[in-house]
Nanobody
């Protein structure tokens, strides 16, 4: 059974950077597409970005020029580098996995971590 554990969240000032990590266990990491989603207070969870085993990436328009997703198949870890953070980026960030490999079908992500809080102060 796949387990995901996020780390790296915290408090940062606007314009700052954070790097989130998500460790994967339980199955063959390289067979899964990995993604990041976020949920702000009072809002629905939204897609942030994703990467598949072929390193194809997909980003939400709101983060495209500021965030970068990467994966290390040797470490079974996916990363989210967040630069130029804005107060609107404040949310709980969730790591997700899907065994179908699609980075464009966000509903395919059906395995979730517990989330890590990111707070951006103005």
């Amino acid at each position: 059974q796949v387990q995901l554990e996020e780390s790296g969240g915290g408090l940062v000032q606007a314009g700052g950077s954070l790097r989130l990590s998500c460790s994967f266990s339980g199955r063959t990491f390289s067979s899964y597409a990995m993604g990041w989603f976020r949920q702000a207070p009072g809002k629905e969870r939204e897609f942030v970005c994703a990467i598949n085993w072929g390193y194809i990436r997909n980003y939400a328009d709101s983060v495209k020029d500021r965030f970068s997703i990467s994966r290390d198949n040797d470490k079974n870890t996916v990363y989210l580098q967040m630069n130029g953070l804005k107060p609107d980026d404040t949310a709980v960030y969730y790591c997700a996995a899907n065994r179908f490999g699609s980075v464009f079908s966000t509903s395919s992500f059906d395995i979730w971590g517990q989330g890590t809080q990111v707070t951006v102060s103005s």
